[in-house]
């Protein structure tokens, strides 16, 4: 088997079934199975795969035990030569994940990639980074990043001086569509289930980097994402009674105390 798609279900049901009818109507032209982990949604999804995808495997989690440790759910059942992780907010154009395929089955030494990403507007949407330093997170969230420290920064982490028009090698990809290689799971492991919601589709890229594997981002695969940055919507008091916004900074502080004193293991 080609591929292994594995999304991630939150409360999301009706997400996940134009997620999946958008999947069919392009016709994948590959061996491929789906994956659906619920997180202990309650909202019925496995109900409406029976009635409308009785092929896609269902896995249930009795509770939400968070991104990383959803996503290693399906990971572990799937059987195809390469993994894809999909978010159920992605439409796919026909051909972008034969592409991904095609794409890594050519470059043997990567071991994980994405496609670039669009906004519904059709703009390119932020998906590709820099691995973070320990302000980073701070300019983001503060009127700190409107100083020229901060500006500069966040143009750093973002990547913005690049049109997103070449595929590169990066450091980082954002988790909402991820193709790893399946064989390299042995030695670089599954997502770092001590983070519940955030970074860990930064580690899980920095590891492949400390295990030798390269990390790219391939923009002639493109799909939309539907994506709203919760965790950063409102002002900063405000967001901190949020709960993504909340996860998102105990997740930064996990990050920082896991690498500290560890330099970049990119090389460029």
């Known amino acids: 088997m080609d591929l292994s798609i594995v999304i991630l279900n939150y409360k999301s049901k009706n997400m996940v079934k134009e997620c999946l009818r958008g999947i069919k109507s392009v016709g994948v032209d590959l061996k491929y199975e789906i994956i659906v982990v619920d997180n202990g949604s309650g909202d019925g999804v496995g109900k409406m795969l029976q009635e409308n995808f009785p092929e896609v495997k269902f896995i ?11 996503n290693n759910l399906g990971i572990r059942t799937a059987r195809g030569r390469y ?11 026909q051909g972008s994940v034969e592409t991904l395929v095609k794409y890594m089955d050519e470059h043997q030494n990567v071991g ?33 990043g409107n100083i020229r420290a901060g ?12 049109d997103h028009a070449d595929a590169r090698d990066v450091d980082w990809l954002l988790g909402a569509c991820l193709i790893v290689r ?3 799971l042995r030695v670089v492991g599954l997502f770092d289930e001590r983070y519940f919601l955030y970074f860990e589709d930064t580690d899980w890229c920095r590891r492949f980097w400390e295990k030798g594997w390269k990390v790219s981002y391939v923009p002639d695969s493109i799909m939309v994402h539907f ?17 993504t916004t909340q996860a998102h900074i105990l997740s930064s502080i996990k990050y920082f105390l896991k690498y500290r004193g560890k330099e970049s293991p990119r090389k460029n």
């Open 227 to 243: 994506h709203r940055r919760e965790s950063a919507e409102a002002h900063l008091l405000q967001s901190l009674f949020k709960k």
């Open 151 to 162: 500006k500069a920064e966040i143009g750093r982490y973002l990547m913005s001086d690049w």
């Open 60 to 70: 249930a989690s009795p509770k939400n035990i968070g991104f990383a440790a959803g």
């Open 83 to 93: 993994v894809m992780i999909m978010n159920p907010d992605i439409a796919v154009f």
């Open 112 to 144: 994980i990639a994405g496609p670039k990403l669009l906004n519904p507007d059709r703009t390119v949407q932020h998906s590709v980074y820099s691995f973070p330093r320990k302000m980073t997170p701070v300019y983001r969230r503060t009127s700190l």
């Open 182 to 184: 399946r064989e390299t």
